[in-house]
C-alpha cells in the first residue's frame, strides 16, 4: 500500500494528466532509470503469469473435488489429476483455453477491465462478507485476523464503486455473473446456501438489539397510544383455525400476535417429540398464508399452569403482553370452564381477555363485523372498535364494514347516538355514521334474542363481558346459536381512542 501511494504522488507530481493518458510507458520516462520499469513490468508478468498458471488449475481441482457442480461427472473429471503426483492436467487445459480466449481478443483494456472486475467483486464479496459476519456474530465464524467492521464496510462499498466507475456495463454483467454461479453451485446442496445463512444471522441480531431496546423504553401508560400485544393459547390448534385467523388478523399491521398450542403432559421424550411435530405443522400452516404471528409450544400438567406461564412471557416485541385471546366451540361450551377459572389470574395481571365463540358459520364473507355496546359495556367499548378497525386492516377483510349498534334506554337514544358519533369522528375510525344505529332497550328484554335477530348475517360479532357477568358462568357466552363467530371482549381498563 506504501508503495502504491508513492508511486500515485511521484506521478502526480511528475506528469500531466495528458500525458498519463496518451503514454502508456510515462514511468519509464521520469524514472530515475529508465531501464528498470520495462524490466519490473516482465518480472511482474511473468510473476502473474505462473501465479495463476499453479493457482487457478488447483483451484477449480478443488471446486471438483469439493462437489461443487450439479453434475457428478463434471465434478470427477475437474477433481481428476495425474496419477503419481496428482497434478490437475484436467483444469490445467482448462485454464490454457480460457487464457488463449482472452488474448485472441487482442485488445490489452477489454482484458484489463475484465479481469478487474472479477477482482474487484472478489475484494468486494470478502469485505460483505467480512462486514454481515460481524453483524451476524455467529460462533461459526471464528477468522485468525479480525477486521473493524467499519473497514470491511468501506472496502465492500469502494470495490463496487470502483466497478461502476471502471465500466458500468461489465460490472452489472459481472454481478449478475456472480449470482448466477451461486445460484447454480447452492442449488443441490441446502447446506451451501451461506449467505441464507449469514443474513438469517444478521436478522437475528438486529431483531435482539430491538427487542433490547423496547423492553428499555418508556413503558408507562400504554393506553395513550394503545396496539396490541396479543397471545393466544389453545390445544385445539388444529380442529378450529379460527382463533389462528384472528391472531393473523390482530397482528397484520398494527400488533403482535404469538400463538402458543398447548399440549397436556409432563417434559419427557414424548411429549417433547409431539411439541416439535405440532410446531412443524404450525409452521407448515403459518406459511401458507404469510402469517406474521411468531408461533410455539407449550407442555404443561394443566391449563392453568400453561396460562401462568404463558402470561410471564415477554413476546416477540420485547414488551409484555396485553391481551390474550381464549376460544371454544359452541359444540363444546364445557371448555369454558377452564378459561373462565384463570380470568381472576389474567385480571390482575392487567391483560384484556378476548374468548371466541366458534360457530358452525365461521367467519362468513368476510364483509360484515358488527359491534354491539351494552349499557354495562362503557369500559369495553373503545377496545372492541380498536379490534374491529384493527381487524379490517388486514386484506382478508378490504371489503368489510363495521356496524356500531348500542342497545340504550329508550330516553338516551340521541344522546348516546351523539356521543357513539363524536367519538368516530375525532378518533377518525372509518364507520360510517349511517352504520351507528341505536336500539331502544329495557332490562325486561332478553338481549341474546335481540342480538341474534339483528346479527344474523353478521361475520364477526363483538359483545363485551365483564366480571359481573362470569357469576352466570358459561351461559354469558352461550345461546347464540345463529350467529357466525362472536368475539367477546374484556377490556382491562378503559382505551382511548385518539
Known amino acids: 500500500m506504501v508503495v502504491y501511494v508513492i508511486i500515485a504522488y511521484k506521478l502526480t507530481i511528475s506528469a500531466t494528466a495528458e500525458d498519463l493518458v496518451a503514454d502508456r510507458l510515462i514511468m519509464q520516462r521520469i524514472a530515475i532509470w529508465g531501464p528498470i520499469i520495462p524490466m519490473g513490468l516482465a518480472a511482474a508478468s511473468l510473476s502473474s503469469a505462473l501465479g495463476s498458471i499453479m493457482i487457478a488449475p488447483r483451484t477449480l481441482q478443488a471446486i471438483g473435488a469439493d462437489d461443487i457442480f450439479p453434475n457428478q461427472k463434471i465434478n470427477s473429471w475437474f477433481a481428476r489429476g495425474r496419477a503419481h503426483d496428482n497434478e490437475p492436467l484436467n483444469t490445467s487445459l ?22 478487474s472486475m472479477f477482482f474487484m467483486i472478489t475484494y468486494g464479496a470478502i469485505c460483505l462478507i467480512s462486514l454481515l459476519e460481524h453483524f451476524a456474530a455467529d460462533p461459526a465464524y471464528r477468522p485468525t485476523f479480525r477486521s473493524r467492521w467499519y473497514i470491511s464496510l ?7 464503486w470502483l466497478m461502476f466507475k471502471m465500466n458500468t456495463p461489465y460490472a452489472v454483467l459481472a454481478i449478475v455473473l456472480m449470482i448466477i454461479f451461486y445460484m447454480f453451485i447452492t442449488r443441490r446442496k ?3 446456501k451461506g449467505f441464507n445463512k449469514l443474513f438469517r444471522g444478521v436478522v437475528f441480531q438486529m431483531s435482539r438489539e430491538l427487542q433490547v431496546f423496547a423492553q428499555r423504553a418508556d413503558r408507562e401508560d400504554r393506553d395513550i397510544s394503545w396496539r396490541p400485544f396479543a397471545i393466544c393459547i389453545s390445544e385445539d390448534t388444529f380442529k378450529r383455525r379460527s382463533p389462528f385467523d384472528i391472531m393473523r388478523w390482530v397482528s397484520y399491521r398494527y400488533g403482535f400476535g404469538t400463538y402458543i398450542h398447548f399440549i397436556k403432559g409432563k417434559l419427557n421424550n414424548d411429549t417433547d417429540l409431539n411439541s416439535k411435530e405440532s410446531l412443524k405443522r ?18 404443561s400438567p394443566s391449563y392453568t399452569s400453561a396460562i401462568a406461564q404463558v402470561a410471564q412471557l415477554q413476546g416477540i416485541s420485547g414488551r409484555g403482553n396485553n391481551l390474550i ?16 377459572q384463570n380470568y381472576g389470574m389474567l385480571d390482575s395481571a392487567g391483560f384484556d381477555i378476548c374468548i371466541l365463540n366458534t360457530g358452525y358459520k365461521g367467519f362468513g364473507y368476510k364483509s360484515e363485523i358488527h359491534i354491539w355496546i351494552k349499557p354495562d359495556d362503557y369500559r369495553n367499548a373503545n377496545l372492541m372498535i380498536l379490534l374491529a378497525y384493527i381487524i379490517i386492516g388486514h386484506p382478508d377483510w378490504k371489503r368489510s364494514m363495521i356496524k356500531i349498534v348500542s342497545l340504550t334506554h329508550p330516553d338516551e337514544l340521541d344522546k348516546k347516538k351523539d356521543q357513539l358519533t363524536n367519538l368516530i369522528k375525532e378518533g377518525r375510525i372509518p364507520i360510517s355514521p349511517k352504520n351507528v344505529e341505536m336500539i331502544p332497550f329495557n332490562y325486561e328484554q332478553d338481549k341474546k334474542e335481540v342480538i341474534s335477530n339483528y346479527s344474523s348475517d353478521a361475520d364477526l360479532t363483538l359483545i363485551g363481558f365483564n366480571k359481573d357477568a362470569l357469576k352466570d358462568g358459561a ?4 345461546g347464540y346459536p345463529d350467529l357466525g363467530n362472536i368475539l367477546f371482549v374484556c377490556a382491562n381498563r378503559m382505551k382511548e381512542i385518539r
Open 190 to 192: 441446502e447446506e451451501r
Open 282 to 299: 404450525l409452521l407448515s400452516l403459518a406459511k401458507g398464508n404469510r402469517s406474521r404471528v411468531y408461533l410455539d409450544t407449550i407442555i
Open 154 to 160: 468501506v472496502g465492500a462499498v469502494a470495490s463496487f
Open 94 to 115: 482448462i485454464s490454457v483455453v480460457i487464457a488463449f480466449g482472452f488474448i485472441m481478443v487482442g485488445d490489452v483494456n477489454f482484458v484489463a477491465e475484465i479481469i
Open 325 to 340: 385471546l381464549f376460544e371454544f366451540s359452541r359444540t363444546e361450551p364445557k371448555t369454558l370452564d377452564d378459561i373462565l
Open 475 to 478: 351461559d354469558t357466552f352461550t
